[in-house]
């Protein structure tokens, strides 16, 4: 018995290293730090939608991919049709914009949208990345978030779910 568990052993430790292998990059510590900004929030407004990331300082790797997958609503999100804008730094600073730093793809569906970032953002950099467009029907939208990591095979991390509120037009009479 104590041969055979050796060489289970063995065996499960070789298929483990090679699983890790065949994986490029990784996040040691992925980025968490994730947030969704609109500043209007009424339906059929101009929006200026703003995905704030803080890649971490010992994150082990760049980042290179979002995707952000809607979650069960009855209205998509509308995320434009112009390439979105970057700038690194606060989301407050709002400086810096440049335009061709990010391009993204909706999914045929129109539920998963797919950035990436030119260059990758390195660790120890906060990156917003704007999307303008108009607010949707009224209701709470969300987003699930998977984060990748610069490379081929890179293993992807999830993310917080993000949430934004739109709100009906009601004028005060």
Not at 2 to 26: D, R
Request: charge should be neutral; aromatic fraction near 8%.
């Amino acid at each position: 018995m104590g041969k055979f568990a050796l060489q289970l052993f063995i065996v499960s430790t070789l298929v483990w290293i090679g699983t890790v292998a065949k994986a490029q990059s990784f996040f040691q510590k992925p980025p968490v730090s994730l947030s969704i900004h609109n500043p209007s929030s009424i339906q059929g407004e101009r929006n200026r939608t703003t995905i704030s990331i803080v890649v971490p300082s010992d994150a082990g790797a760049e980042l290179e991919t979002v995707v952000l997958s809607q979650l069960s609503n009855l209205d998509l999100w509308d995320w434009g049709r112009r390439a979105p804008q970057v700038y690194l730094g606060s989301y407050a600073l709002r400086g810096g914009v440049n335009d061709g730093n990010a391009t993204s793809s909706l999914s045929k569906a129109g539920d998963e949208l797919t950035i990436m970032l030119i260059p990758a953002v390195p660790p120890g950099e906060q990156v917003n990345i704007v999307f303008k467009s108009f607010n949707p029907n009224e209701g709470i939208y969300q987003w699930g978030t998977r984060l990748i990591p610069v490379g081929s095979d890179s293993l992807a991390s999830e993310g917080p779910t993000l949430r934004l509120h739109v709100y009906r037009s009601d004028f005060i009479r």
